[in-house]
């Protein structure tokens, strides 16, 4: 589990180079807690279980940019 302060979705778009947010997921609760965190975030932000997934999504996104 993690834990941020919300705030940071919104100043997330002060930070340039801050392009998206790949969130990796051990449990269904921390699963819940990004999807909802999600609705704060104005850019590309997606949540995996598995690590491998969040790494290839974040990379192609990066490679759009």
Not at 10 to 16: L, P
Not at 37 to 55: H, M, Q, V
Request: charged share 25%.
């Amino acid at each position: 589990d993690y834990t941020v302060d919300p705030t940071c979705y919104i100043k997330g778009s002060e930070y340039k180079n801050l392009v998206a947010m790949a969130i990796w997921c051990h449990s269904e609760s921390s699963y819940n807690t990004a999807k909802f965190e999600k609705n704060f975030y104005s850019r590309p932000f997606d949540i995996f279980y598995n690590l491998e997934d969040a790494k290839d999504w974040i990379f192609e996104i990066l490679n759009q940019n």
